[in-house]
């Protein structure tokens, strides 16, 4: 295997199975020093945790919770001497969903909302019935428009109060034929449009969508249609002076657009599912089935592309998402997920995911070979082929960054009995490390292509099959005879693209409420660029080793990063640290500008941020006044990343472009399957359950295992 993100040690996690009784045997190569692709993480000074980015788990992460409960299970880590002994003890759920409004007078203001979580964890055994289906979605969305209209009716006292005991309330185990006389009469009369009729026609739809195969499709259609065209005719008025009746109605108008563009693409017959909407862009579908302009550039909405870095080329007024994955994404997010909407790490992503897997995966024989860059993955020659064979890698071409002291390297640091990796490589594991440090070589840099020797490893000799788990931007620097030969995998790397980003973290002297925070501890999204998404990480100060008193809050922030024009070649050995620092101006003009809107009172009168806030941990015992004259250079003591390596690029899904995925389940070549969140996977976002679902596709097509069916969401042939 190659590459060591969440696609390739999933692979390694089936692969490896006590059921398998050794059969396969895994050995994992990997860049530099650490594993976590774009979910690694650090501990720096102070043992503070340095991520690539914000990461958090969805509470629809099934296969992701389901591998990693029994990743945990298997450690079986003594709750007495190990703070992370369980997955519990590891994750807290966080049940708010937070976005942002821009008011008229150009100030923001928060938008909370309590999405309520399914029964049970993620990772349970789900029951017979497939919350993934879009009948079960529609079902849903149905259930959800009836409650939110009898609460803003409630609300508003229009007067038009549910009927308990209606003849709509009898119909839900009628006749077909007494369900089609009764829709036929609301819609022959025109009963929609008055305010009985239209609660009535509601409810009657929550019931036509629990079995909408039974019904003819015109009728459930017209019905739809009509329930549309009614409630925006009645509410749109009444909402558009009201901001909490606004942000209420442009989630039924986005609810009712949903429902009547499943219904007219037909997605309930047609076998590709959402897969059939990929063409177009999520907000250009909805605008297409009657969504308003003021709906489809809601805080939800805004929310949504920047959660998915959906900007091509980072550029932030070209936002694009194929309307298929935008729905599906979305509709996982709001109606199946368990436990909570959103699940926190309680520390660092690689200290509570990379860390138990690669203790797991250890104990299990599998081998890491760390400071192996491939350079190269080699196609036999066609001419080497016997008749009716197929192509195979083979050979894999390494760059060795360094030469270790002892055969293995020992990657993880303690934490008070926590497993961590660190934010630097141990030098002094390392031949001539001291060297290495003095230069500053980055062994995780795409620019910094220093070696100390070359390795081939050769089919049969060495391998019999290869996982490639690298990220898709490195694909075109060490596929090349397979982009040269497979017209597929050109088209590919042409069409699925990605994208860079950036982020920063603060640590600060001060709490949330005293900052101006005037609510639950939370992850917003939908702010302003360069930074659109900000998460309160207080939860991990005490998971960090700072003196006593002097650390009160946490808080981070991420975002796409604009592409320059001309991409930079591989000599261009400054690229990398002239990102950095564009993203350092970033972060400084972000906090000078725009984050008194998110913390008021981390802003001077004019302004500019009071830079004294932030805690150095470099000179932790530095007075008030002598922070506050350092002012800008103070961020300095902060982290700061641009994640411009090829394989750290996010995975973008736009329209037209999914089709050009290849699957892990492709056999084309005879002893090479890929895996990561650029993969056909069916849910092709770039996320970790993505990654996930495509590593246990990459061991099935080794080992059959596990079986497809098993793959909880995946729902393609």
């Given at each position: 295997?190659?590459?060591?993100g969440?696609?390739s040690l999933?692979?390694?996690f089936?692969?490896t199975?006590p059921?398998h ?8 190569y ?6 976590g ?7 720096g000074p102070a ?26 299970a298997?450690?079986a880590?003594?709750p007495?001497?190990?703070r ?5 003890d ?7 969903i937070?976005?942002t409004?821009r008011?008229?007078?150009?100030e ?5 909302a ?8 993620p990772?349970?055994?789900?029951t017979h019935?497939?919350?993934?289906s879009v009948s ?16 803003f009716e409630a609300?508003?006292n229009?007067g ?20 089609v006389?009764?829709v036929?009469?609301l ?5 929609i449009?008055?305010t ?12 036509l ?7 003819p499709?015109?009728?459930?259609l ?14 749109e008025?009444?909402?558009?002076q009201?901001?909490?009746?606004r ?12 429902q009547?563009?499943?219904?007219r693409?037909n ?14 862009d999520?907000r250009?579908?909805l ?11 809601s805080?939800l ?5 920047d959660?998915a870095m ?5 550029v ?19 109606f199946t ?16 995911v990379f ?5 797991v995966?250890k ?14 993955v ?5 001419a ?8 195979y890698v ?8 360094a030469?270790l ?12 009995g ?19 440090e ?6 995780e840099?795409?620019w910094?292509?220093r070696?100390?020797?070359?390795m ?6 060495d391998?019999?099959?290869v ?7 490195a694909?075109?620097?060490v596929?090349?005879?397979l ?8 088209e ?20 949330m ?6 609510a ?11 930074f ?16 006593s ?5 946490i ?6 990063l ?15 640290k002239?990102?950095?620092?564009e993203?350092r ?12 809107h998110?913390?008021p009172?981390?802003a ?11 805690v150095?941990p ?5 007075g ?8 800008a250079?103070?961020f300095d ?5 641009a994640n411009v ?8 899904s736009?329209?037209?472009s ?12 005879d002893n ?12 092709n976002l770039?996320?970790?359950?993505s ?12 080992a059959?295992s596990?079986?497809?069916?098993e793959?909880?969401g995946?729902?393609?042939p």
């Amino acid at each position: 295997m190659v590459g060591g993100g969440c696609a390739s040690l999933a692979a390694a996690f089936e692969l490896t199975r006590p059921e398998h009784q050794g059969r396969y045997q895994v050995t994992i190569y990997q860049v530099g020093w650490r594993l976590g692709g774009k979910g690694a993480s650090g501990r720096g000074p102070a043992d503070r945790i340095e991520e690539h980015g914000l990461h958090l788990w969805m509470g629809f992460y099934e296969n992701a919770f389901r591998l990693l409960r029994e990743c945990y299970a298997e450690l079986a880590r003594n709750p007495a001497t190990c703070r992370f002994a369980d997955w519990r003890d590891a994750f807290v759920p966080e049940p708010l969903i937070g976005v942002t409004d821009r008011l008229p007078t150009g100030e923001w203001q928060k938008w909370l909302a309590f999405f309520p979580p399914g029964d049970g964890f993620p990772g349970d055994a789900l029951t017979h019935h497939n919350p993934f289906s879009v009948s079960s979605y529609l079902a849903r969305t149905a259930t959800l428009l009836q409650t939110l209209l009898t609460t803003f009716e409630a609300s508003q006292n229009q007067g038009s109060v549910p009927l308990p005991n209606d003849s709509v309330t009898g119909l839900a185990g009628g006749s077909f034929d007494a369900v089609v006389r009764y829709v036929s009469r609301l819609l022959k009369y025109g009963l929609i449009a008055t305010t009985a009729g239209l609660s009535q026609a509601v409810k009657l739809f929550a019931i036509l969508l629990r079995a909408p195969s039974d019904y003819p499709s015109n009728l459930v259609l017209r019905l739809a249609e009509n329930i549309a065209s009614n409630l925006r005719e009645r509410f749109e008025p009444l909402v558009e002076q009201d901001s909490d009746g606004r942000r209420w109605w442009q989630i039924v108008d986005l609810l009712l657009a949903f429902q009547v563009g499943a219904l007219r693409f037909n997605l309930l017959q047609d076998p590709r599912g959402f897969d059939a909407l990929n063409d177009y862009d999520t907000r250009q579908w909805l605008r297409m089935n009657g969504a308003s302009e003021a709906s489809v550039h809601s805080p939800l909405m805004r929310g949504l592309y920047d959660l998915a870095m959906a900007y091509e080329n980072g550029v932030f007024c070209q936002p694009r998402m194929a309307a298929g994955l935008g729905l599906r994404g979305c509709l996982r997010m709001f109606f199946t997920c368990r436990g909570a909407m959103l699940w926190k790490m309680k520390a660092g992503m690689g200290d509570v995911v990379f860390a138990p897997y690669y203790e797991v995966l250890k104990k299990r024989g599998v081998k890491f070979r760390f400071f192996h860059r491939l350079e190269n993955v080699g196609l036999v020659e066609p001419a080497a082929l016997n008749p009716n064979e197929c192509p195979y890698v083979e050979s894999l071409e390494f760059d060795v960054q360094a030469q270790l002291k002892d055969d293995e390297y020992q990657p993880l640091v303690d934490i008070r009995g926590l497993g961590c990796w660190p934010s630097k490589p141990d030098y002094t594991q390392l031949l001539a490390g001291e060297r290495f440090e003095r230069e500053a070589w980055d062994f995780e840099s795409h620019w910094d292509r220093r070696r100390v020797a070359t390795m081939t490893l050769r089919v049969v000799e060495d391998f019999d099959f290869v996982v490639l788990g690298v990220g898709l931007g490195a694909i075109p620097h060490v596929c090349r005879d397979l982009i040269r030969r497979d017209q597929r995998w050109r088209e590919m790397v042409k069409r699925v693209k990605t994208v860079p980003t950036q982020a920063f973290q603060i640590w600060m002297n001060e709490d949330m409420e005293k900052l101006g925070w005037n609510a639950p501890p939370t992850t917003m999204s939908g702010f302003t660029q360069p930074f659109d998404t900000f998460a309160d990480m207080r939860h991990l100060i005490h998971e960090e080793s700072w003196p006593s008193g002097k650390l009160r809050s946490i808080a981070y922030f991420c975002c796409a990063l604009p592409d320059p024009e001309t991409p930079p070649s591989r000599a261009d050995l400054d690229y990398p640290k002239r990102r950095l620092r564009e993203v350092r101006r970033n972060a400084i003009q972000f906090l000078n500008h725009e984050i008194r809107h998110l913390l008021p009172n981390a802003a001077r009168c004019h302004r500019e941020f009071r830079w004294e806030l932030l805690v150095d941990p470099f000179h932790p015992g530095a007075g008030a006044a002598q922070a506050k004259s350092c002012g800008a250079s103070r961020f300095d003591s902060q982290f700061w990343t641009a994640n411009v390596n090829p394989s750290d690029r996010y995975v973008l899904s736009l329209p037209g472009s999914t089709q050009y995925r290849i699957s892990p389940l492709d056999n084309t070549y005879d002893n090479l399957t890929i895996a990561g969140d650029w993969t056909e996977c069916a849910l092709n976002l770039g996320c970790v359950e993505s990654a996930v679902i495509s590593g246990r596709l990459a061991a099935h097509a080794i080992a059959s295992s596990p079986r497809l069916e098993e793959i909880i969401g995946y729902d393609h042939p």
